[in-house]
């Protein structure tokens, strides 16, 4: 696996067919998960009625992602924006009811599955569309991690004078970024990362419970605090 991250000169053969094998285990581990964890009775009472939110708090405080969709509200920036290549592409995405660490879970596990089926159709659609830009020419040349790494150093967006603001779809939630140029001097940025935002709800989350369900919530709503910090 070393050579997905470029720490091999050139790529090996048969790349698609070990990727196409990578996907079909990680389906597999997904199902041994449901049927392990979601069917086990002692993981269902412990998070069943856990970290409740309503809408109100949801819409009050700006939460987004797994946490609005668990409490029924059908919020998806890929589907509403469609930004990239999203409108190109049939995917699913999921919502529950309760509202509790139970769903949350339940749609975490659910949008792994629906990322995993997009990994695969953009597998398909690159490598095996003879109408599409093929990519094989550029995983048969050198690729090595000093050249991913110039090639993030080396590409620049061109941002005129003014306010630009945009959003993407993060696996914890909505993740945007607001940038500030003077002609072509970047005066202020703003990151809107989806971690400090739950991590204010944990009030509201654990109202009624004792503090070690304080554990449960945390791991359950993905904080890294590594995001927080920025």
Not at 102 to 107: A, E, G, V
Not at 108 to 117: H, V
Not at 145 to 156: G, P
Request: glycine content about 6%; overall charge negative.
């Amino acid at each position: 696996i070393f050579f997905l991250f470029g720490l091999f000169d050139v790529l090996v053969c048969f790349f698609v067919d070990f990727f196409f094998c990578l996907i079909i285990s990680l389906f597999f581990c997904l199902d041994l998960f449901d049927y392990f964890i979601f069917n086990n009775r002692i993981f269902y009472t412990r998070l069943r009625g856990l970290g409740i939110i309503d809408i109100f708090d949801i819409n009050f405080l700006g939460v987004s992602g797994v946490l609005a969709r668990s409490s029924g509200i059908i919020w998806d920036v890929r589907l509403f924006s469609n930004y990239e290549i999203y409108f190109l592409l049939k995917f699913y995405f999921n919502f529950t009811q309760i509202s509790d660490s139970f769903d949350r879970s339940l749609c975490r596990i659910l949008d792994t599955r629906a990322s995993l089926l997009i990994i695969k159709k953009l597998c398909n659609f690159f490598f095996l569309n003879e109408h599409s830009p093929q990519l094989y020419d550029y995983f048969i040349t050198e690729n090595t991690i000093e050249s991913i790494i110039m090639l993030f150093y080396s590409l620049w967006i061109l941002l005129l004078p003014g306010c630009s603001a945009v959003s993407v779809e993060h696996p914890k939630g909505e993740y945007s970024i607001l940038i500030v140029m003077t002609w072509g001097v970047c005066c202020r940025i703003r990151i809107r990362c989806s971690d400090f935002v739950h991590l204010c709800v944990l009030d509201v989350l654990l109202r009624g419970f004792l503090l070690h369900d304080l554990v449960c919530i945390l791991g359950n709503i993905d904080v890294v605090f590594g995001s927080v910090d920025r």
